[in-house]
């Protein structure tokens, strides 16, 4: 007796340690519900290539599966109550219609393998939804793979505090999952091969780290959104990787931006066109359009946007693209781009972009702190130590291409945007630079025309001169808008300068005087256009010095046609006088003739 004292005492002191312990926090059996497929020998075959603990876990579920009154997917998520786990068994799930969820709250749905393309969730391209969560609250969706929805897979709507974590969302017939007027957090997901958005935010906040977003149309899209967090995320072979429109509040840091390009040819991983409408079998994903389209980073009409420590590169068209508005009045605010390498790999190989920045030129306190930039629209930027106040306006050419192009419309390539699939000689900016060249040499041969109509016609030597200045302007702004050279640009501008100075120096000495003073103060505007472009942009400036010359030019197109039609002045007669011969010269000689 003696001996077993110590023994029966410890017995009780666990039994005692048992029952007034605090339990661990969990779900009760009766709080989870299961999806599964009833065929025993296909389940047992999917389990098999799971992990060890989780296999069986999953036989245990499996039985409690077979004791349910439903297995299907809809039917076991529609009837889940507030609390509830589902956990969706290893296996392809055909889901029949859409599982609207609405107001429930703290649910969990997640899928028993060890990743998310164990369980997956298909749609057959019959459903614009397979979830929708409605007004829910404290929702996290975990480690399912979702594919074939028309629109998008899973959709939250007015909800607050969803989670969704180590989801695949891919072959979607628009978006992969969609938020509207949500607060959502989104970790380790993979979004892919959607022809709309990976990730598309709709007036919603969101935390969104270690994504993978590629071959989409746009990897992510964040629309009059605010308090959106994008980090420690690949963004990836997309037509465009980000887009920010219309919100605020937004934070892109150590994000990995690379070729999201609509590639001349098509992919050769993908063999379906990018613009193609979505079908059954074949959702349209990949590009084959525009050797230069695509866009790394688009932020437009936005504010309190931040971009830091990331890394853009190979891109074909540009790499970061900032818009505004000019008709609607959106403009960008208060954005920063600091500690971003372009054109850098995170391994620090060197994949350069076509161009590094595209901007419209308007926003107000907009700065880039970026290092080494290889080409830029325009070539000077403000920097952080003084950013720029507010430009209402930019230059003529970028506010047309920004107005043009802005607004993407992924059904169709949109003619005169190289970024959204037209071709290089489609693009805006070429025609426009063809156009102003075109007129620049007409309207100018007219100016000689009118000088060499006046008494005082100008020496052969310098109307060459003039003119060769010009042409090589001519030449250097299509040059220019063909190659994306923004320093091509301002240094055309500044020989079209020179060469105009010249020729209203000449055109002064000929008597056109009131043309020659026209053509010199555009002169003058070009040169200061041309400085704010490549050297310094001009901080108190609230417009481009472009439109001082290109608002000026009706005027003196008024000038120089009156010039050219004016009617020449006559010469003044110089009166001629009459010189009579001596008198004796004009005698008869009679001596010689008598002899």
């Given at each position: 007796?003696?001996r077993?004292a110590?023994?029966?005492?410890?017995?009780?002191?666990?039994?005692?340690?048992?029952?007034?312990?605090p339990?661990?926090?969990?779900?009760?059996?009766?709080?989870?519900?299961?999806?599964?497929?009833?065929?025993?020998?296909?389940?047992?075959?999917?389990?098999?290539?799971?992990?060890?603990?989780?296999?069986?876990?999953?036989?245990?579920?499996?039985?409690?599966?077979?004791?349910?009154d439903?297995?299907?997917?809809?039917?076991?998520?529609?009837?889940?109550?507030?609390?509830?786990?589902?956990?969706?068994?290893?296996?392809?799930?055909?889901?029949?219609?859409?599982?609207?969820?609405?107001?429930?709250?703290?649910?969990?749905?997640?899928?028993?393998?060890?990743?998310?393309?164990?369980?997956?969730?298909?749609?057959?391209?019959?459903?614009?939804?397979?979830?929708?969560?409605?007004?829910?609250?404290?929702?996290?969706?975990?480690?399912?793979a979702?594919?074939?929805?028309?629109?998008s897979?899973?959709?939250?709507?007015?909800?607050?505090?969803?989670?969704?974590?180590?989801?695949?969302?891919?072959?979607?017939?628009?978006?992969?999952?969609?938020?509207?007027?949500?607060?959502?957090s989104?970790?380790?997901?993979?979004?892919?091969e959607?022809?709309?958005?990976?990730?598309?935010?709709t007036?919603?906040?969101?935390?969104v780290?270690?994504?993978?977003?590629?071959?989409?149309?746009v990897?992510?899209?964040?629309?009059?959104?605010?308090?959106?967090?994008?980090?420690?995320?690949?963004?990836?072979?997309?037509?465009?990787?980000?887009?920010?429109?219309?919100?605020?509040?937004?934070?892109?840091?150590?994000l990995?931006?690379?070729?999201?390009?609509?590639?001349?040819?098509?992919d050769?991983?993908c063999?379906?066109?990018?613009?193609?409408?979505?079908?059954?079998?074949?959702?349209?994903?990949?590009?084959?359009l525009?050797?230069?389209?695509?866009?790394?980073?688009?932020?437009?009409?936005?504010?309190?946007?931040?971009?830091?420590?990331?890394?853009?590169?190979?891109?074909?068209?540009?790499?970061?693209?900032?818009?505004?508005?000019?008709?609607?009045?959106?403009?960008?605010?208060?954005?920063?781009?600091?500690?971003?390498?372009?054109?850098?790999r995170?391994?620090?190989?060197?994949?350069?972009?076509?161009?590094?920045?595209?901007w419209?030129?308007?926003?107000?306190?907009?700065c880039?702190?970026?290092?080494?930039?290889?080409?830029?629209?325009?070539?000077?930027?403000?920097?952080?130590?003084?950013?720029?106040?507010?430009?209402?306006?930019?230059?003529?050419?970028?506010?047309?291409?920004?107005?043009?192009?802005?607004?993407p419309?992924?059904?169709?390539?949109?003619?005169?945007?190289?970024?959204?699939?037209?071709?290089?000689?489609?693009?805006?900016?070429?025609?426009?630079?063809?156009?102003l060249?075109?007129?620049v040499l007409?309207?100018?041969?007219?100016?000689?025309?009118?000088?060499a109509?006046?008494?005082?016609?100008?020496?052969?030597?310098?109307?060459?001169?003039?003119?060769?200045?010009?042409?090589?302007?001519?030449?250097?702004?299509?040059?220019?808008?063909?190659s994306?050279?923004?320093?091509?640009?301002?240094?055309?501008?500044?020989?079209?300068?020179l060469?105009?100075?010249?020729?209203?120096?000449?055109?002064?000495?000929?008597?056109?005087?009131?043309?020659?003073?026209?053509?010199?103060?555009?002169?003058?505007?070009?040169?200061?256009?041309?400085?704010?472009?490549?050297?310094?942009?001009?901080?108190?400036?609230?417009?481009?010095?472009?439109?001082a010359?290109?608002?000026?030019?009706?005027?003196?197109?008024l000038?120089?046609?009156?010039?050219?039609?004016?009617?020449?002045?006559?010469?003044p007669?110089?009166?001629?006088?009459?010189?009579?011969?001596?008198?004796?010269?004009?005698?008869?000689?009679?001596?010689?003739?008598?002899?």
């Amino acid at each position: 007796m003696t001996r077993r004292a110590p023994a029966v005492a410890a017995i009780a002191l666990a039994c005692a340690f048992a029952v007034l312990a605090p339990a661990a926090p969990a779900r009760a059996d009766d709080a989870r519900r299961v999806v599964c497929d009833t065929d025993e020998a296909e389940f047992e075959k999917r389990n098999d290539e799971i992990s060890y603990s989780l296999r069986l876990e999953n036989r245990q579920l499996f039985r409690e599966c077979l004791a349910q009154d439903a297995q299907d997917f809809a039917t076991v998520v529609a009837g889940a109550e507030d609390g509830d786990e589902i956990v969706v068994l290893p296996g392809q799930y055909t889901v029949a219609e859409t599982v609207v969820l609405e107001g429930r709250k703290d649910l969990r749905l997640r899928g028993g393998g060890d990743d998310p393309g164990d369980a997956v969730l298909q749609g057959g391209f019959d459903l614009e939804h397979l979830v929708v969560l409605d007004g829910v609250s404290d929702v996290s969706v975990e480690a399912l793979a979702w594919r074939g929805a028309t629109e998008s897979a899973l959709k939250a709507e007015s909800s607050t505090g969803v989670r969704l974590e180590g989801l695949r969302a891919d072959r979607n017939g628009h978006h992969g999952f969609e938020a509207v007027d949500s607060d959502v957090s989104i970790v380790d997901t993979y979004v892919g091969e959607n022809p709309g958005s990976g990730i598309r935010l709709t007036r919603s906040s969101a935390s969104v780290r270690e994504v993978v977003a590629e071959r989409n149309a746009v990897g992510l899209t964040a629309s009059e959104s605010e308090g959106v967090s994008l980090r420690d995320s690949e963004v990836r072979k997309n037509a465009v990787g980000v887009r920010i429109e219309d919100s605020s509040d937004v934070e892109v840091g150590g994000l990995a931006l690379s070729e999201n390009n609509i590639a001349a040819g098509g992919d050769a991983d993908c063999d379906s066109p990018l613009f193609a409408a979505p079908t059954r079998t074949e959702p349209g994903i990949c590009g084959n359009l525009g050797g230069r389209a695509g866009v790394g980073l688009w932020i437009h009409s936005s504010r309190d946007v931040a971009v830091t420590d990331s890394h853009i590169w190979g891109h074909n068209g540009e790499a970061l693209v900032l818009t505004g508005d000019l008709i609607e009045g959106g403009t960008n605010e208060r954005v920063s781009v600091t500690g971003t390498a372009f054109g850098q790999r995170p391994t620090k190989a060197l994949q350069h972009n076509r161009s590094d920045i595209w901007w419209d030129g308007r926003g107000s306190d907009l700065c880039f702190d970026a290092g080494d930039l290889a080409e830029t629209r325009p070539a000077s930027l403000p920097g952080c130590d003084a950013p720029l106040g507010e430009r209402l306006v930019g230059d003529p050419e970028s506010a047309l291409k920004s107005h043009w192009c802005a607004e993407p419309d992924f059904t169709s390539p949109q003619p005169l945007c190289d970024w959204l699939g037209a071709s290089a000689t489609d693009r805006v900016e070429l025609r426009l630079a063809i156009v102003l060249g075109m007129a620049v040499l007409v309207l100018t041969g007219l100016g000689w025309l009118a000088s060499a109509r006046t008494n005082e016609p100008p020496a052969f030597t310098a109307l060459s001169t003039s003119t060769l200045l010009l042409l090589g302007a001519v030449l250097l702004l299509v040059s220019s808008a063909w190659s994306t050279r923004s320093d091509y640009e301002s240094l055309g501008l500044a020989m079209w300068a020179l060469s105009w100075l010249l020729a209203a120096r000449l055109w002064r000495r000929s008597g056109l005087r009131t043309l020659a003073a026209f053509t010199a103060l555009m002169a003058a505007f070009l040169l200061v256009d041309a400085v704010d472009r490549a050297v310094w942009m001009i901080p108190f400036l609230s417009f481009s010095p472009g439109w001082a010359w290109a608002v000026l030019a009706p005027l003196w197109l008024l000038v120089l046609l009156g010039s050219l039609f004016k009617p020449r002045r006559a010469e003044p007669e110089v009166p001629q006088q009459r010189t009579e011969e001596p008198l004796e010269h004009n005698r008869f000689a009679w001596e010689a003739f008598r002899g």
